[in-house]
C-alpha cells in the first residue's frame, strides 16, 4: 500500500514528494496530468531557458482557462515555465496569514528558518535571515537588459529608494522603492522545484512519479479519502493510499474536491453531484490585477528572464517586462497586489476535461480601481509619458492578470465559514486528505507566489511527517 498518494508533480507537488519519500520507509507515487521526462537531462532545452516562456496559443504543457488564464501542465508545473521570480512574502503578509490561520505556524518568525533552510542566496545568503546552503540557488541580474536598466535610472531620477534586497528582513533596508528581483536560477538555467527538489530524489526506490494521468475524482469511503480514481488515455483505474495530498494547484485542486462531492451544496447539485461533504470550496479567491502600459521602444537584441527589476510602492508593484508582447510596443505592468475584491471559482460540469470558471472580481471595488487609477500616474511619470484620463473603462480595456490566482481552498479555523483546510492544509471533516499548495493561502500576498508555494509546501510536508508517525504508532 502506498503510504502517500500526491495529487500533482507541480511546484508543491515536487516539493512535497521529495521531502516525504526522504523516509525510505515511506512509500510515495506521484499522478502528474502533464509530462514526465525521466531525468533532468531528457528536459526539452526551451524549459529550461529562463527567458522563455511556453505559454503561447501552441504551448503542450499548460492548462488554459476562461479569461487567459493558464498554469503549468507538466513536471515542475508553473515553477517550470514561470519566470523564475523568487521573492518572499513580507512580515506583514505572514501576520496576515497567521491571523487568519489562527496558528502561529504562519507567523514571520516561525516560517524564516525554513525560508533560511531553502535558499542558496549568492548575493546575500552570508545576511541575516538568509541561507547559503540550501537547494535553490537565488541570484539577481548582474548585467541588466537595456529596459531594466533605464527603467531603474528613472526610478532613481524621480526620487525613488533604492532596494537592495527584496528579500531582507523588515527594517534593514527602504519598505518602498526600485530593486532587483530574486530569482531562481543555476547559472543560466530556470531552477524550478521539479529540479531542485523532485529530480534529485527520483532514483529512490520508495518514490513513484507517473505522468499523463489525470485524477477524476476523490476515492472515498464514507468520510475518509482512500485513494484516487484517475485515467490515462483509454485505461483507467483507482490508485489506493493511506493517505492523499492534492498539489493540483489553486484550480485543479479546487475543481478536484467538487467533483468528488466536496464543495457548495448548490454547485454539486447542479452539476448532479453526489454530496460528501458541503464546504465552501472556490467561494473565495484572489489575485493580482495587473494595467499593461504599453509605449514605443527598440526590439530586445537577446532574450533574459521576463522581469529584473520591480518598482514596490506599499501595495501597488510596477514591473518592466524585458520580452515584448506586442511587436513595437514595451509593456510596463501596474499590478494591485493588496486588492480588496475576491473572486469565485466554480464548475459547468462535473467533466474533468471541461475547464473551471473564474470570476476574479476585478474592479468591482473602487478602492482598487483607484489604487491602480494611483498606479497609472506613477507609471507614466517614471516612464516620461503624457499624462492620460483613466477612466474605468481605461482600466477595463487594459486589464490583464499577474496569474497569481490562490484561496480557493482557503486555510482558517473549524469555525471559519469560508475554511477549507485547516492550519496544516488537513480539510476539514473528510480524513486523510491534505491540500498543500496555493488554494490553502488565506490572504493576498504583497509577492508573486512561487517562493511562498516552495515554503508552505515544504511546511505541510514536514508536518504530515509528523502526523504519520503519531498515525502508524496509534494503528
Not at 527598440?298 to 521576463?306: L, N
Not at 475584491?341 to 464548475?347: F, K
Amino acid at each position: 500500500m502506498t503510504s502517500t498518494l500526491v495529487v500533482g508533480a507541480g511546484s508543491a507537488g515536487c516539493v512535497v514528494a521529495a521531502r516525504l519519500s526522504a523516509d525510505p520507509a515511506h512509500t510515495v507515487l506521484v499522478l502528474e496530468a502533464g509530462p514526465v521526462w525521466a531525468s533532468a537531462a531528457e528536459l526539452p532545452a526551451p524549459l529550461l531557458d529562463p527567458g522563455h516562456l511556453p505559454v503561447g496559443p501552441d504551448s503542450g504543457v499548460v492548462w488554459r482557462y476562461p479569461g487567459n488564464i493558464v498554469r503549468g501542465k507538466l513536471i515542475g508545473g508553473s515553477g517550470a515555465i514561470n519566470g523564475s521570480y523568487f521573492v518572499r512574502p513580507t512580515a506583514d503578509d505572514f501576520a496576515a496569514w497567521s491571523a487568519a490561520a489562527d496558528s502561529a505556524l504562519w507567523s514571520f518568525d516561525a516560517v524564516l528558518p525554513v525560508l533560511h533552510e531553502l535558499e542558496n542566496d549568492r548575493d546575500f545568503g552570508a545576511e541575516p535571515g538568509h541561507g547559503d546552503a540550501g537547494p535553490i540557488p537565488v541570484r539577481r541580474t548582474v548585467d541588466p537588459a537595456p529596459v531594466s536598466a533605464e527603467f531603474a535610472e528613472r526610478c532613481a531620477a524621480a526620487g525613488f529608494a533604492e532596494i537592495a534586497d527584496l528579500n531582507a528582513l523588515p527594517g534593514t533596508g527602504p519598505a518602498d522603492g526600485c530593486g532587483r528581483v530574486p530569482l531562481a536560477l543555476a547559472g543560466d538555467r530556470r531552477a524550478g522545484p521539479a529540479l531542485t527538489h523532485l529530480y534529485p530524489a527520483l532514483a529512490r526506490p520508495n518514490l513513484t512519479v507517473i505522468g499523463a494521468t489525470t485524477v477524476t475524482r476523490l476515492a472515498l469511503r464514507g468520510s475518509r479519502v482512500v485513494g484516487v480514481d484517475w485515467v490515462r488515455g483509454r485505461e483507467r483505474g483507482t490508485a489506493f493510499a493511506d493517505r492523499v495530498i492534492v498539489c493540483a494547484g489553486a484550480i485543479e485542486s479546487a475543481a478536484l474536491l467538487i467533483r468528488s462531492g466536496i464543495g457548495p451544496e448548490s454547485q454539486l447539485r447542479s452539476l448532479g453531484v453526489p454530496i460528501v461533504l458541503p464546504a465552501p470550496v472556490g467561494a473565495w479567491c484572489t489575485d493580482h490585477p495587473e494595467i499593461g502600459i504599453e509605449y514605443p521602444g527598440p526590439t530586445p537584441a537577446s532574450t533574459t528572464v521576463a522581469l529584473e527589476y520591480v518598482l514596490e510602492l506599499d501595495d501597488l508593484e510596477l514591473r518592466p517586462y524585458t520580452p515584448m508582447f506586442t511587436p513595437g510596443l514595451r509593456r510596463l505592468g501596474v499590478a494591485l497586489m493588496y486588492p480588496e475584491a475576491t473572486g469565485e471559482l466554480t464548475l459547468g460540469s462535473a467533466d474533468p476535461a471541461v475547464p473551471a470558471r473564474i470570476d476574479q472580481g476585478y474592479l468591482r471595488s473602487a478602492r482598487d480601481r483607484d489604487r491602480l487609477r494611483a498606479g497609472v500616474e506613477v507609471a507614466t511619470r517614471v516612464l516620461g509619458l503624457p499624462p492620460r484620463a483613466v477612466d474605468d473603462a481605461w482600466l477595463r480595456a487594459h486589464l490583464g492578470t499577474s496569474q497569481h490566482l490562490s484561496g480557493t481552498c482557503r486555510m482558517g479555523p473549524p469555525g471559519d465559514p469560508r475554511a477549507v483546510v485547516d492550519e496544516c492544509g488537513r480539510v476539514h471533516g473528510i480524513e486523510c486528505l491534505t491540500i498543500a499548495d496555493l488554494s490553502v493561502v488565506p490572504v493576498p500576498l504583497h509577492r508573486g507566489p512561487q517562493a511562498a508555494v516552495v515554503l508552505l509546501a515544504t511546511l505541510i510536508a514536514d508536518r504530515h511527517a509528523c502526523d504519520e508517525v503519531t498515525f502508524t504508532t496509534a494503528m
